[in-house]
């Protein structure tokens, strides 16, 4: 199944806008007041589980406040990640999950679950990342950490975490708000919110709500008049109490649900490989360019995601010591029916990969720790993690029996649709921690610092069972497919540590190492009807990751801490990183349901060895209160070591003839010819080592900028700008046609504001310029695999089984986000 890369989107890091986060509940401020909190306030973060200064932080950590969320028109949370560099969140087209990438490294749900490069929190509660992709509404504030977690907060992770903090209820002073976003391609958003203090200074809740609507990728089918379409609609209600000063209770819910409706994007290959030969009878729709923002399906994929959330914590002040408790469940169901005849070879047939998956998620963690430093030297945080994640999936693939006569191969009757259950069993991942840590300050300029978790894993799944419904499985009646088992029961210990030393008042200087862990892999996929081969299990299941880092850097004020500039260093060493192969995915010799071999396709994934180094770099300058810039900038370049790796390679590249050379083929071969070179195996190994981890280019970059005027007595009128760049990248290196030339993006904003931030008005354009360029490509056309069956007269008894491969005329791509235009509003009163 082909992966969506999402479109180039908008928000803010720490210094985007200059704006005060107050202990992850910013309020809004005026345009004018931005500019001179960004000289006399600090941003304070809960990095570290404490309040504490952006600027004393010892690790890098980008910082979105509700002000800058309204002020840039960020309707997606995706839409943060263009001004955090090396950060790329994408939703999966298949509507389970997302795809993430950080510092050099990947992260797919489809691959390795919910045990992602980049842990998502939600009010400190571990959440599944589609949750937080979908709802975008009434933030307190986001904070990105980049690095090794989990010596401090919930699971461990390799590359950082995502912590979205929602606004909390006010007990003091009644207050809402609604905020309107109407766009092109009928974009519309509507989202608001309202707090009551039922006893003042002890209880009070808040109801916040959202419906969104927009046209997703935009892309249309020239054979369908459906139009695409994603809709989001959700509900939160929040309960604060605080009968005493010591002690705090707080309880959430949010339902959500979302709706898509999606064509897959194509371009003609003739385009790009004038070469290319397509099926006899591919259908021709005529040239299809990268700008047309076209499909050829007959009808559209489509997904259902529906969650709730419950989220609860307690906090219990005692002897300058606090004991927090932090408990989460979450519920989710996800449907898609995903188009698998894209190239439409059998429009009046419904062809379709379709999947049902139900989860729950619950956590709990308590902790301790101190209010008032210990000794007057130590600051320490103990606490214990519990985290568990069951589910399961029940898939049906719907393919293409076309019957033959025997001997002549004519078609004898129209072909029909078969459908082939599979079931994927209930598992039971759990993890159970402890951890701890302690910071010692050795004087009011130099702290160390160091962290452990003691990890402890089991996950019982059954597998993954071929021709089987569950009702099929309850009675025992399937047969489980080999290597596909989980039976993992793993204990670990990682670590971290840093030191800081600030010289002056604005010049902090720091290092740091930590280690992480993710549990085993088992990626599903790859739906043959036979035991898998050798090779098929070793690029289906895996052995889990560790990895270790290093970094250095520092953090500045300067010109009475109206220039910042931020710089860091690192390297990463990982030990089986599951990698993933990009694209459509590697040809495979693939037994189908009538027991004939065809080829298919899937993203097999590595176990491989891989080092990171990058740098970041922060700036932002207020020359005078009205006025502020910014830049930040992203370089991450990962290494894959010596390794195997699942590829196509039944040819030799330099004679055309059959026979492997270790080297992934620049054509896809015949199924005659995969037959002959791979001998009993289906898929080829192909020796790695130097390759990029990543699919994302190494260089990325942001400029921003905001300047705000005084328009009469009560208002402001402002302009922001904000230019999101990305550099070159050969995307997947055994791809010749996806390389993607250095690009970039710019989004302009206006408008109006009240001084006193009761309304605003403004008006938007994204990709001003209507920049088209490729993200990715397929390297393979789109193609549609055939069961023929042939019977031979006068019985018409089957004789033989065979396939047949049609390959179409286009293939897949995603390219940059159209041009889009908008206006907004807002208007709130009270307490916000």
Not at 570 to 594: E, F, L, M, T, V
Not at 601 to 621: H, Q, T
Not at 730 to 742: I, S
């Amino acid at each position: 199944m082909r992966r969506k890369n999402a479109f180039i989107l908008l928000g803010a890091s720490t210094l985007a806008m200059t704006t005060p986060a107050l202990a992850q509940q910013a309020e809004p401020a005026t345009p004018a007041d931005s500019a001179d909190a960004a000289v006399t306030n600090e941003i304070i973060v809960q990095a570290r589980r404490r309040d504490e200064s952006l600027q004393d932080v010892p690790l890098v950590v980008n910082a979105v406040t509700s002000d800058t969320i309204s002020k840039l028109n960020i309707r997606n949370f995706t839409e943060i990640s263009s001004v955090v560099p090396g950060l790329q969140m994408t939703p999966n087209a298949n509507g389970i999950g997302t795809s993430s990438s950080i510092r050099g490294v990947n992260h797919d749900v489809n691959v390795s679950a919910e045990n992602g490069t980049i842990q998502y929190y939600r009010n400190d509660a571990p959440v599944p990342s589609n949750f937080v992709m979908q709802t975008m509404y009434d933030v307190g504030q986001i904070e990105v950490l980049r690095g090794p977690q989990g010596t401090l907060r919930g699971r461990s992770t390799p590359s950082g975490s995502i912590t979205v903090t929602t606004r909390e209820p006010d007990l003091v002073e009644a207050g809402g708000y609604l905020a309107g976003t109407l766009g092109s391609a009928a974009a519309t958003n509507f989202n608001g919110a309202l707090n009551i203090p039922i006893i003042s200074d002890v209880l009070g809740i808040r109801v916040a709500g959202i419906h969104s609507f927009d046209r997703g990728n935009r892309v249309t089918s020239v054979n369908s008049d459906e139009k695409p379409r994603n809709e989001t609609n959700a509900i939160r209600a929040a309960v604060r109490f605080e009968p005493t000063q010591w002690l705090r209770l707080g309880f959430l819910y949010e339902g959500m649900q979302n709706d898509g409706t999606r064509f897959d994007r194509v371009r003609s290959v003739s385009e790009y490989d004038p070469d290319y030969v397509p099926s006899a009878n591919a259908p021709d729709y005529g040239n299809i360019g990268l700008s047309d923002r076209l499909s050829v399906q007959s009808r559209p994929s489509t997904t259902q995601q529906k969650f709730q959330f419950y989220n609860w914590n307690a906090e219990v002040d005692f002897l300058g010591q606090r004991l927090i408790y932090v408990g989460s469940a979450t519920s989710q169901k996800y449907h898609s029916d995903g188009v698998r005849d894209l190239a439409n070879f059998f429009p009046d047939l419904e062809i379709a990969q379709i999947a049902d998956t139900k989860g729950t998620t619950s956590s709990h963690e308590v902790r301790l720790q101190n209010l008032d430093r210990v000794a007057g030297m130590f600051d320490y945080v103990v606490g214990y993690f519990r985290y568990s994640v069951p589910s399961q999936t029940n898939l049906h693939d719907l393919s293409i029996t076309q019957l033959r006569l025997a001997g002549l191969g004519i078609p004898i009757a129209a072909p029909s649709v078969t459908d082939t259950p599979i079931y994927i069993a209930k598992g039971t991942p759990t993890e159970d921690s402890f951890f701890g840590n302690l910071t010692f300050h050795l004087a009011e300029s130099t702290e160390l610092s160091g962290g452990l978790r003691r990890i402890h894993f089991t996950d019982n799944r059954d597998g993954l069972f071929i021709s089987c419904t569950p009702d099929m499985y309850a009675a025992g009646q399937c047969t489980r497919q080999n290597g596909t088992q989980s039976d993992v029961n793993e204990n670990t210990t990682i670590y971290s540590a840093s030191i800081k030393h600030r010289f002056t008042p604005g010049l902090m200087v720091y290092a740091s190492t930590g280690s992480s862990w993710r549990p085993p892999v088992v990626a599903i996929g790859d739906f043959t009807h036979a035991d898998y081969t050798p090779n098929e299990v070793a690029h289906i299941s895996l052995p889990s990751e560790s990895s270790k880092s290093y970094e250095i850097g520092l953090k500045s004020d300067w010109l009475d801490r109206r220039l910042q500039f931020n710089l860091t260093a690192y390297h990463q060493d990982y030990k089986n990183y599951p990698y993933r192969a990009g694209g459509a995915g590697i040809a495979y010799i693939n037994i189908n349901s009538a027991g004939a071999p065809t080829i298919g396709n899937f993203n097999f994934v590595s176990a491989v060895p891989i080092k990171v180094n990058g740098v970041e770099a922060e700036l932002a300058f207020t020359p005078t209160s009205r006025w502020n810039l910014g830049a930040t900038v992203n370089f991450a370049r990962s290494r894959i070591g010596n390794a195997l790796l699942a590829c196509t390679d039944a040819l030799n590249n330099q004679t055309g003839a059959v026979g492997s050379d270790g080297i992934p083929d620049t054509i896809t071969p015949t199924l005659a010819q995969m037959q002959q070179a791979y001998g009993g195996e289906r898929v080829a190994q192909c020796p790695g080592g130097g390759q990029s981890a990543t699919f994302q280019p190494e260089w990325s970059g942001v400029l921003r900028a905001e300047y705000t005027l005084p328009v009469g007595n009560k208002m402001d009128g402002y302009v922001r700008g904000l230019f999101s760049w990305k550099g070159k990248s050969k995307t997947d290196p055994n791809n010749p046609y996806d390389d993607v030339k250095a690009y970039g993006i710019l989004n302009l904003f206006g408008g109006l504001r009240s001084q006193d931030g009761a309304w605003e008005v403004s008006v938007y354009a994204k990709n001003i310029f209507d920049t088209t360029k490729l993200i990715s490509q397929d390297d393979l056309a789109q193609f549609t695999s055939v069961t023929d069956v042939y019977l031979r007269p006068p019985t018409y008894s089957v004789s033989g089984i065979g396939s047949t491969v049609y390959s179409s005329r286009y293939a897949g791509v995603s390219v940059t986000a159209p041009r889009e235009f908008g206006v907004t509003f807002r208007a709130a009163f009270g307490s916000r």
